[in-house]
């Protein structure tokens, strides 16, 4: 049985495959056609899942989408008719996601498809059930408590659940405009981070700050039996799509979040790219506080229904690792297993793996041991790509590859790494990374002068052996996904400096042999000259997205000024010319 999963029409639109219960083949747009959070219509992604799976749209019996316009219907045509204003908005709106909607002829239009051969049932999901199916499903538990966050899906912001089996229970959903998504969007943009997806370079800044603004920003938004509310005489009054928009040609724009009275209270907004001011710094500080606070109060409010040890989380705000680091000592979850894909990307598995389990009634059998989901190459292809490229290489064996590329990082330069299947969801995770010693002063202002680009305050992640975590880390539940941040320990921060934040912590990736056994040899061959059981990964691109293919690493190995590029089996150093 063949499930395609899709999150369509909506930011980071992607494609997933399920076959007989498991997730063969998940790939955001955005890697295809190189439109950082492409929210259209996932035509490459669709073909890319097919051809992994060797079939075409014909063998498909399902296809399952995480969105559905029907749901909260009651809620969305009371907020529409409480604001008169907004009324025309919803309207239009409702016709967009209506025509959109006609997934058949989509279809049929972007595989060029004969109609008469198509044979898959359609099926919509609520944004917010796919997103805790996304986590859940995935998880290697019996029964969990379910929890999504993010901007806004479906008219709801939060959702929790009780998920036992094949079943998801939904317990309590916040309907917007109260959400903890916008607020934090809402706090970014003030103070000039104003792009989608900005959140996650504002919670790199947050440390900086201090508690000045905490108090004012905690009358921005009150927990209440359980759930949240917003004080909205501080936020634009936002139409149906809850101030994202996802323009003709897929690319999303953000609305201004903020109302003048956040000028009021705190002066004018800080303007992109001019100077940040410790007022900023301020404000960052106090929105993830209270955006902790808010969190920390709906885990509690969550376990007190389902009392288990075990959490299962995704949506967009699920991508805060340092709140995620700090569960464990706030609530009384124990463990959490969170959505690689935590954004709506992951809506893609979750749509398909609900239809497999809840609608159709099979068996779980699936867990998502590691995130590579994506395409890979063979040694044939990368090797026409360096010779199309002029380059000069070396092909080595496995062994003196990793003794090469550890010699290279040793030595303070900086390696391209491009193995493998490549990772789902936006972290890269040591098969599209860029990798460099953690340990050199420098190498965090080296990276982002020649390579990245990054804001200053921005911090970059280790990877560590999993099974070193403890001597290095003061927490020691797993993070394969780079999903938590946690303390480093005082003894070790000098030997991490290029890695430790200024709140002396990592986001870490831990890294064990069964999930990828190149990457963690990797790391043991850095140790070994070393004596450093982590190494330095950041994402392999320049203000793009993640490299898909050979020829797209090759070229920002060419553009930039990394010294070293490992591509499967070939050592290319920048200084052979």
Known sequence: MLILGLNMFHADASAAIVKDGEVVFAIAEERLNRKKHFGGFPTLAIRACLQHAGASIYDVDHVAVGQDTDANLAKKVQYALSNPTRILNFIRMRQRKEEMRDLRTLIIESLEADPQRLRFTEHHLEHHIAHIASAFYCSPWESAAGFSYDGSGDFVSTMTARCQGTEIEVLERVYLPHSLGSFYTMICDFIGYRKYGDEGKVMGLAPYGKDTYCEQIKKLIHSKNGSFQLDLDYFQALGSNHGMQVKEDGTVELARHFSDRMVEMFGASREPSSEITQRDMDLAFAMQQCFEEVFFDLLNGLHAKVPTENLAMAGGCALN???????????????????PAAGDEGLAIGAALHTYH???KQPRKFVMKDSYLGPEFSDEQVEDCLKAANLKYQRLDRQPLLDAVAAQMALGNIVGWFQGRMEWGPRALGNRSIVAHPGLPTMKDTLN???????????????????RQHEYFEHDHPSPFMLHVYK???????????????????????????????YYDLIQAFEQKTGI?????????????IVCKPEEAIDCFQRTKMDVLAIGSYLVLKSDG
């Open 321 to 339: 690792s340092v709140a995620n680091g700090k569960l464990f000592d706030r609530t009384p979850f124990r463990q959490t297993w969170i959505q």
């Open 449 to 467: 002068a020649r390579i990245k680009q990054r804001e200053w305050f921005r911090p970059f992640a280790p990877s560590i052996l999993a099974d």
């Open 358 to 360: 809840s609608v159709l």
């Open 533 to 545: 059981p982590v190494i330095l990964n950041t994402s392999f691109n320049e203000n793009e997205p």
């Open 488 to 518: 480093i320990r005082p003894e070790k921060r000098a030997q991490l400096c290029a890695v430790n934040h200024v709140d002396d912590t990592g986001r870490l990736q831990t890294v064990s042999r069964e999930e990828n056994p190149l």
